[in-house]
């Protein structure tokens, strides 16, 4: 890897025409995620707040997801301006700032949750009577929510000494902040993620199903799982992998490839930002194909557990113990 031993100037400098190629990439990616992504977020918290009538887990984390995305859709616009321009830092930079850096972060714990929460449901049907309620999965939201924006305004105050210009990181001193938010604002929610969808997906392939309704839903909600998964890894994995190797690359001053890599950024950091207009089609199915199948299988797997436990504990006399 090259590196450089007057390193200052020359990473300080960016390549305009790639810059500019970047700019006009975002633009034509994020028009038809705003398109989109604007009204079905509109018809998603409809469905979820006026036409679902029973509080559940999933609700809350469903209403706690659309309201990142919807604030990540708010932020796009000022994105596309300050990738375009030099916007010096001030206020409206700074509310942009820490609405972005909140919420990109807020959606993948909010996924994690929905993850995890699906897991106990599925692979501990008793206890999860007790670790579950809408009450506690609101409570977490909040402890997240308001966690997230003091870290996300203690951020944007510390680019807005070290920084000159809104959106820009042009420091090529190793952020280890930023190692710390990668690694457990993503990495580890990813392998969290990961573990609990196959997890869920495995017990899935496992139930016996006693009827072709029963084995329908259960298709359908391993096909809801698979696509989550992978929806969530290829949207925020590339941009991730990216902040690593810019992370890489400050700590190395290869400053040959600082240009790239801060294209890399932007460029994956469409994809990832594309992810609050995809969330809603997860909505779609969710609101769609899970109506019956969150209340159907715990039950079936709380009943076999309850033949199996009355079969181990039978008596001689072939007597079950209820």
Known sequence: MATCSNCSSDCSSDNDTLQDSVALFQF????????????????????????????????????????????????????????????????????????????????????????????????????????????????????????????????????????????????????????????????????????????????LKKKMATSPHETKLTQKAIHIVSVNLCVFAVCFSPFYVARLLRFAVDVAKACSLLSEVRASIQISACLANSNCCLDAFCYYFAAKEFPEFPSLLPTCILMRFKMNQSQESQPPTDQVMT
């Open 28 to 203: 034509i990616v994020y028009i038809p995620v705003l398109s989109l992504g604007v009204p079905l977020n509109t018809i998603a918290f409809w469905v979820f707040c006026c036409k679902i009538k029973r509080w559940t887990e999933t609700r809350v984390y469903m209403i706690n997801l659309m309201v990142a995305d919807s604030f990540l859709l708010f932020a796009l616009p000022f994105m596309i301006y300050f990738t375009k321009y030099d916007h010096p830092i001030g206020n409206l930079c700074l509310t942009i700032q820490s609405i972005y850096f909140t919420n990109m972060p807020m959606s993948i714990l909010i996924i994690t949750l929905i993850a995890i929460d699906r897991y106990i449901a599925i692979k501990f049907p008793l206890k999860a009577r007790i670790l579950r309620s809408p009450l506690k999965s609101a409570s977490v939201c909040g402890f997240l929510w308001t966690t997230l924006i003091i870290y996300s305004c203690w951020q944007s105050r510390i680019h807005a000494k070290t920084e000159g210009f809104c959106l820009r990181r042009q420091s090529t001193e190793p952020s280890y902040s930023s190692l710390f938010s990668i690694i457990f604002g993503y990495f580890m929610p990813l392998g969290i993620v990961i573990f609990c969808s196959v997890q869920v997906i495995r017990c």
